[in-house]
């Protein structure tokens, strides 16, 4: 029978609880550096933005002159982006998706472009401007409009949608397809009334990132040419347009001439915030809703 050192075992006990409570304290250290950093840049901001954030800011259309510019143009541009984005994103990448997990065959071929799909949710955004540019703008001919911004922000977040629906599909459990087809249902059949209520959770919160993402990007635009001062309040798809970040990136820019601008650049970032809030608050409703009942 072996002697059991207790002096030892204790030790090895109190060296474990250590380097848990050193762990722990370290992931609560990166915690708070994250918030500290976070509530720093939005006090920041929100200081500069005290006395120009109003009615008048939001409504007048853009100006040269600091004291009569505003955002109406460039929350009504970023209103009709995501109008592009985010049926595009939806369809193409939920079908491409349903494509990959339910009816492509396993092979060399599914293979590729699946790690294509995940190699391009980690391309810079810029390259995706240059591919606008290129397809859209140049060779479409559909030049700096709503439409072309759109598509290309929509190629940009697509392997983020595409990634979240193959997941949400995955984690369905295989015994309701198998009652499904027990049924006599068709796969079609299958896939609409069985897979895709409950992954619906899960597909949604894939959209919800990557409408937060197109909605804050800015470096494709600039490369497909979107302007940002004095241009008309954009009335549908085909006509040109400014958003938010476009703004943003001007006026922060101008800042080093003029003053003013900042106060501006910091009152512009408020109100993305609190659009992209409110359409994330709108999507995690939505979601809440089929998660409960699926």
Do not use: C
Not at 2 to 20: A, E, G, H, P, S
Not at 80 to 96: N, Q
Not at 170 to 185: D, K, T
Not at 234 to 244: A, E, K
């Amino acid at each position: 029978m072996k002697y059991i050192d207790l002096n030892v075992v204790q030790k090895r006990m109190n060296t474990r609880l250590f380097i848990n409570q050193l762990v722990k304290n370290l992931f609560l250290l990166s915690t708070l550096f994250g918030l500290v950093i976070l509530v720093i840049l939005l006090s920041r901001v929100y200081v500069d933005s005290i006395g120009w954030l109003n009615f008048e800011f939001l409504m007048n259309k853009l100006s040269t002159r600091p004291e009569r510019a505003g955002i109406q143009g460039a929350i009504v541009g970023t209103l009709w982006l995501m109008v592009i984005v985010g049926p595009v994103t939806m369809f193409l990448g939920v079908g491409t998706a349903i494509y990959l997990e339910e009816y492509a065959k396993k092979g060399k071929l599914h293979s590729f472009i699946q790690t294509n799909i995940t190699n391009l949710a980690g391309v810079p955004s810029i390259v995706f401007g240059l591919l606008g540019l290129t397809v859209f703008v140049r060779l479409f001919g559909l030049g700096s409009i709503v439409l072309a911004g759109g598509l290309t922000m929509s190629l940009l977040v697509l392997p983020i949608v595409v990634v979240a629906s193959q997941e949400a599909i995955r984690s369905v459990p295989q015994f309701l397809r198998e009652a499904s087809y027990g049924m006599g249902a068709t796969k079609w059949q299958t896939i609409k009334n069985v897979i895709l209520p409950a992954a619906i959770p899960g597909i949604l919160t894939g959209v919800i990132l990557a409408l937060s993402r197109a909605i804050g990007e800015t470096a494709p635009l600039v490369v497909i040419g979107i302007p940002a001062l004095l241009i008309p309040i954009p009335s549908g798809i085909f006509d040109r347009f400014t958003v938010m970040p476009m703004q943003i990136y001007y006026w922060t820019i101008d800042s080093v001439l003029v003053d003013e601008y900042a106060n501006l650049a910091a009152a512009t970032i408020l109100v993305l915030l609190i659009v992209l809030f409110v359409m994330n608050s709108i999507a995690i409703v939505i979601r809440n809703k089929f998660q409960n009942r699926f």
